[in-house]
């Protein structure tokens, strides 16, 4: 009698601390994945998105931190300027214009997308980011760095110029066919609309 009241008490306690660490998990994140799987990760692997990762990658295969330093502080002035060589080249590029259509395609669900290469660099964007240099956030640092098949999702944050909630979710890209890592992609959820 005793080892079953044991066993039934280690069950409840089991159990109690299952819906509490469930409890705690942030409500958006099943949504969130849920319409990723379902309306993104279906395109992420299209040529326009493998095809200029893996240009961008041979042409930044040899840049040091240094250089990709420079190059982040050239976006980052460019970013109030009238003068903006770098981020017009990203910007008018055909992934910025593939990336613009899906983000239009999704009737106000999508609210950014912007795909990061093996060096942590914007490759194409569908909106302006503030920096160029992704390589030190968790968006690539929790999937590129991480392996292939890998969803992330942050946490929910309320833009200031639009008062919408959005979370990125970003994902690896592999190479469809050796399935190597490539880069990654994120796409912000406009959560008000999801």
Not at 145 to 172: H, I, N
Request: net charge negative.
């Amino acid at each position: 009698m005793r080892r079953k009241a044991t066993a039934l008490l280690c069950l409840v306690l089991l159990t109690t601390a299952e819906t509490s660490a469930f409890a705690q998990q942030p409500v958006h994140l099943e949504p969130v994945r849920a319409y990723v799987e379902a309306y993104v990760r279906s395109w992420i692997t299209a040529p326009p998105i493998v095809d200029a990762l893996k240009d961008q990658n041979d042409l930044h295969a040899h840049l040091t931190h240094p250089a990709i330093s420079e190059l982040d502080a050239q976006w980052r002035a460019e970013f109030g300027s009238t003068q903006r060589p770098l981020i017009d080249s990203v910007l008018s590029n055909p992934l910025s214009q593939f990336l613009k259509e899906k983000q239009a395609q999704s009737d106000g669900l999508i609210t950014e997308i912007f795909v990061i290469d093996a060096k942590g660099l914007s490759v194409g964007e569908s909106e302006i980011t503030s920096d160029y240099w992704q390589g030190d956030e968790a968006k690539w640092q929790k999937t590129f760095l991480v392996g292939t098949d890998v969803l992330f999702v942050d946490k929910v944050e309320k833009d200031e110029s639009t008062q919408m909630l959005q979370s990125q979710a970003s994902l690896t890209i592999s190479d469809p066919r050796t399935g190597q890592p490539i880069g990654s992609i994120t796409v912000g959820i406009n959560l008000d609309a999801l």
